[in-house]
T-cell receptor, first 115, second 117 residues
Framework: DAGITQSPRYKITETGRQVTLMCHQT?????MFWYRQDLGHGLRLIYY???????DKGEVPDGYVVSRSKTENFPLTLESATRSQTSVYFC??????????????FGEGSRLTVL | AQSVTQLGSHVSVSEGALVLLRCNYS??????LFWYVQYPNQGLQLLLK??????LVKGINGFEAEFKKSETSFHLTKPSAHMSDAAEYFC???????????????FGAGTRLAVHP
C-alpha cells in the first residue's frame, strides 16, 4: 500500500501540449495539494483541495487546472504547457483540519520537462 | 502573511561534526513549524514538527529543533553528522488548525547538506 502515488514519474512534452499529472491516495485524507519545486524557490503551492469538489488557488496557479471528483484523486492539468512549467511536481495529502497537527504527506514527485 | 527564510542554501560539514541548519519564520499568529528532508529523486519526509508545548522537539535520525519565539527561529541540529544525512532540508510554517490555515504549508527555499569524510 503506497499511500500516495503520482504518475507519471517522468514526462517530456512539447510547448503547447496538454499534460495531466495524476495523484492518487489511499488514506482518505480530506486535503490534497499540488506543489512545484524549483531551484532557489523551495516548494510553492499551486492548488489545493479541502474535499471532493472543493478546490482553491495557491501561490502560483496560473496555467494549471485541477479537479477533484473523488476524494482519492487530484489530477493536475497543464492545458498548454510552457517551458517555465518545467519543474518537479509534488502531490501531498493531509488529514482533516480539525485536531490535525498540520503535517503533510508527500508523493515521490513527477518530473516534467517542457521542450 | 507567513514566510520562511532558510539561511544558507548549501551547508557542508565533516562526518561526526555538528549539523546546524537555520530557519527563521514570520507569522502573525503562533505557528506550526516543520522540518522535512528530501533525498535525491524522492519526495519529502517529515523530520520533526512543533505544534504546541515543549519547545525542544526531537525527530527522526537524531535530529532536533528548538522553537524560539523571541527570535522567530526554528533551527535544526544534530550533534554528529553521518554520511547518510546528506540531503536537502526544508523548513516550513503553517497556521494551526481552526485558524483557517487548511494545513497549507509555506516552505523555505531549502538547504542542501553535504557531509564529507
Amino acid at each position: 500500500d503506497a499511500g500516495i502515488t503520482q504518475s507519471p514519474r517522468y514526462k517530456i512534452t512539447e510547448t503547447g501540449r496538454q499534460v495531466t499529472l495524476m495523484c492518487h491516495q489511499t488514506w482518505s485524507h480530506s486535503y490534497m495539494f499540488w506543489y512545484r519545486q524549483d531551484l532557489g524557490h523551495g516548494l510553492r503551492l499551486i492548488y489545493y483541495s479541502a474535499a471532493a469538489d472543493i478546490t482553491d488557488k495557491g501561490e502560483v496557479p496560473d496555467g494549471y487546472v485541477v479537479s477533484r471528483s473523488k476524494t482519492e484523486n487530484f489530477p493536475l492539468t497543464l492545458e498548454s504547457a510552457t517551458r517555465s512549467q518545467t519543474s518537479v511536481y509534488f502531490c501531498a495529502t493531509g488529514p482533516t483540519n480539525r485536531g490535525g497537527t498540520g503535517e503533510l504527506f508527500f508523493g515521490e514527485g513527477s518530473r516534467l520537462t517542457v521542450l | 502573511a507567513q514566510s520562511v527564510t532558510q539561511l544558507g542554501s548549501h551547508v557542508s560539514v565533516s562526518e561526526g561534526a555538528l549539523v546546524l541548519l537555520r530557519c527563521n519564520y514570520s507569522s502573525s499568529v503562533p505557528p506550526y513549524l516543520f522540518w522535512y528532508v528530501q533525498y535525491p529523486n524522492q519526495g519529502l519526509q517529515l523530520l520533526l514538527k512543533y505544534t504546541t508545548g515543549a519547545t525542544l522537539v526531537k525527530g527522526i535520525n537524531g535530529f532536533e529543533a528548538e522553537f524560539k519565539k523571541s527570535e522567530t527561529s526554528f533551527h535544526l541540529t544534530k550533534p554528529s553528522a553521518h554520511m547518510s544525512d546528506a540531503a536537502e532540508y526544508f523548513c516550513a510554517v503553517s497556521l494551526p488548525p481552526f485558524s483557517g490555515g487548511y494545513n497549507k504549508l509555506i516552505f523555505g527555499a531549502g538547504t542542501r547538506l553535504a557531509v564529507h569524510p
